[in-house]
């Protein structure tokens, strides 16, 4: 059977277009990415300042992602991007020149500004793609990213020989070449009369006080699982490498086909299996089935004593992961209202941006205090407590307007 999305030639064409960006963007975040360590100890930065650098990152995309959201939503998705990513190439040059850390500290937030358009690119896709094809391109979106993730290392690693200057100039190459690209081929998905002039514009984190404040409401539910799920996510990722190194001997020349192998497993999942499991079961469901892999995953990753065993038990958080997030991020654009669906995707990108920033500490603090497998236990409990409130979403959601009232509009 025909995918329905391959019988929409344009709306084909214009997704990916987008992924192609995405894959893109990613590849030049990932060459600079592993390398900022190593330039900011040649600095003389500690430890602690590294970590700091790092976090500047997510800090910045989270206060920016929803003002890329509003922004987004008044003028469209297409100058939103466009702006996020010359905002990165920016950020990149500064990083190949920097001398100094408070360059390298200003490049991570420029960089982070730029990329709080991921929510853009989101809405993006929720205003080309049908809804019952929302989370499969979603799931394409995420690949993409996978795959960047993937390319992007081994990018940074063979430039470095050439100078400390060469990776930041490379992946600032790249971005300018994907603005070219998306300026000729990225048409606007926005519709004008969406946002029609005289309607009333809600606060800008609107959504995010609806989430605090009625955590039972659609999208306070939806945000909730999205932003804990993210911190567990972001735990495992954070961590992965001390205990992978303090429990099996792995050091920074074995590290790499360890996530090789989640990134494949990751890479299939999103772009191959996400699409059909979704059409089978629907997106509400998946999301469910995600929450309860990623639960599983996380519970078991500290049981294995070999490695063998071990990789029958990491799967479960990569394709828990792959069917949470575009599942729970379709859901979300279907209860948006459709002239702040920018906000909305925005505002999600703003809870991942502060679980990126916490889960780190977090994890790092449990994981030297309390014992190697506790960042796991405590994330996989804090992920199965949202989980009761996947099991309260609605499996076949009611049309927009009902969802919006719902959400408390």
Same mark, same amino acid.
């Given at each position: 059977?025909?995918?329905?999305?391959?019988?929409?030639?344009?709306?084909?064409?214009?997704?990916?277009?987008?992924?192609?960006?995405?894959?893109?963007?990613?590849?030049?975040?990932?060459?600079?990415?592993?390398?900022?360590?190593?330039?900011? +100890?040649?600095?003389?930065?500690?430890?602690?300042?590294?970590?700091?650098?790092?976090?500047?990152?997510?800090?910045?995309?989270?206060?920016?992602?929803?003002?890329?959201?509003?922004? =987004?939503?008044?003028?469209?998705?297409?100058?939103?991007?466009?702006? /996020?990513?010359?905002?990165?190439?920016?950020?990149?040059?500064?990083?190949?020149?920097?001398?100094?850390?408070?360059?390298?500290?200003?490049?991570?937030?420029?960089?982070?500004?730029?990329?709080?358009?991921?929510?853009?690119?989101?809405?993006?896709?929720?205003?080309?793609?049908?809804?019952?094809?929302?989370?499969?391109?979603?799931?394409?979106?995420?690949?993409?990213?996978?795959?960047?993730?993937?390319?992007?290392?081994?990018?940074?690693?063979?430039?470095?020989?050439?100078?400390?200057?060469?990776? /930041?100039?490379?992946?600032?190459? +790249?971005?300018?070449?994907?603005?070219?690209?998306?300026?000729?081929?990225?048409?606007?998905?926005?519709?004008?009369?969406?946002?029609?002039?005289?309607?009333?514009?809600?606060?800008?984190?609107?959504?995010?006080?609806?989430? +605090?404040?009625?955590?039972?409401?659609?999208?306070?539910?939806?945000?909730?699982?999205?932003?804990?799920?993210?911190?567990?996510?972001?735990?495992?990722?954070?961590?992965?490498?001390?205990?992978?190194?303090?429990?099996?001997?792995?050091?920074?020349?074995?590290?790499?086909?360890?996530?090789?192998?989640?990134?494949?497993?990751?890479?299939?999942?999103? =772009?191959?299996?996400?699409?059909?499991?979704?059409?089978?079961?629907?997106?509400?469901?998946?999301?469910?089935?995600?929450?309860?892999?990623?639960?599983?995953?996380?519970?078991?990753?500290?049981?294995?004593?070999?490695?063998?065993?071990?990789? +029958?038990?990491?799967?479960?958080?990569?394709?828990?992961?792959?069917?949470?997030?575009?599942?729970?991020? =379709?859901?979300?654009?279907?209860?948006?209202?459709?002239?702040?669906?920018?906000?909305?995707?925005?505002?999600?990108?703003?809870?991942?941006?502060?679980?990126?920033?916490?889960?780190?500490?977090?994890?790092?603090?449990?994981?030297?205090?309390? /014992?190697?497998?506790?960042?796991?236990?405590?994330?996989?409990?804090?992920?199965?407590?949202?989980?009761?409130?996947?099991?309260?979403?609605?499996?076949?959601?009611?049309?927009?307007?009902?969802?919006?009232?719902?959400?408390?509009?």
């Amino acid at each position: 059977m025909t995918p329905p999305l391959a019988r929409s030639p344009g709306q084909f064409r214009r997704l990916a277009v987008l992924i192609g960006v995405n894959f893109v963007d990613m590849i030049g975040f990932m060459i600079v990415l592993p390398l900022l360590p190593f330039y900011a +100890l040649k600095l003389n930065a500690s430890p602690i300042i590294v970590g700091q650098l790092i976090a500047s990152y997510s800090i910045a995309q989270l206060i920016a992602a929803p003002l890329w959201g509003r922004v =987004s939503d008044r003028y469209g998705r297409r100058p939103a991007l466009l702006i /996020g990513l010359s905002a990165s190439a920016i950020a990149y040059v500064v990083f190949g020149l920097a001398d100094s850390v408070w360059l390298l500290l200003l490049s991570r937030i420029v960089q982070g500004a730029g990329g709080g358009t991921t929510g853009v690119a989101q809405a993006y896709v929720a205003d080309t793609v049908a809804p019952a094809d929302r989370a499969r391109a979603l799931g394409w979106l995420s690949a993409a990213t996978s795959a960047g993730v993937m390319v992007g290392p081994a990018i940074g690693s063979s430039a470095a020989h050439f100078g400390q200057a060469a990776p /930041g100039m490379i992946a600032a190459a +790249l971005c300018l070449t994907n603005v070219i690209f998306a300026w000729k081929w990225l048409p606007e998905s926005r519709k004008e009369s969406v946002g029609g002039a005289g309607r009333v514009m809600r606060p800008l984190w609107y959504p995010a006080w609806m989430a +605090l404040r009625h955590p039972g409401s659609p999208i306070g539910r939806l945000l909730w699982i999205y932003g804990v799920g993210m911190i567990a996510f972001s735990s495992n990722t954070s961590i992965m490498a001390l205990y992978l190194g303090a429990e099996f001997g792995i050091d920074e020349k074995t590290i790499g086909y360890v996530f090789l192998y989640v990134g494949v497993l990751s890479f299939v999942m999103r =772009s191959l299996l996400l699409g059909p499991i979704v059409d089978r079961i629907g997106e509400t469901w998946a999301m469910r089935i995600g929450t309860g892999l990623l639960v599983l995953g996380l519970a078991l990753y500290p049981l294995p004593r070999d490695l063998w065993t071990l990789a +029958l038990v990491i799967p479960g958080v990569p394709i828990g992961t792959a069917l949470l997030f575009p599942a729970t991020t =379709s859901l979300m654009s279907r209860y948006s209202e459709p002239g702040e669906l920018g906000t909305t995707m925005g505002v999600s990108q703003t809870f991942a941006g502060l679980a990126r920033v916490v889960a780190p500490l977090l994890a790092t603090t449990l994981f030297q205090r309390l /014992g190697h497998g506790w960042p796991y236990y405590v994330a996989a409990i804090c992920v199965a407590l949202v989980g009761i409130l996947a099991f309260q979403v609605e499996v076949h959601p009611r049309p927009v307007k009902r969802a919006a009232e719902g959400a408390g509009a």
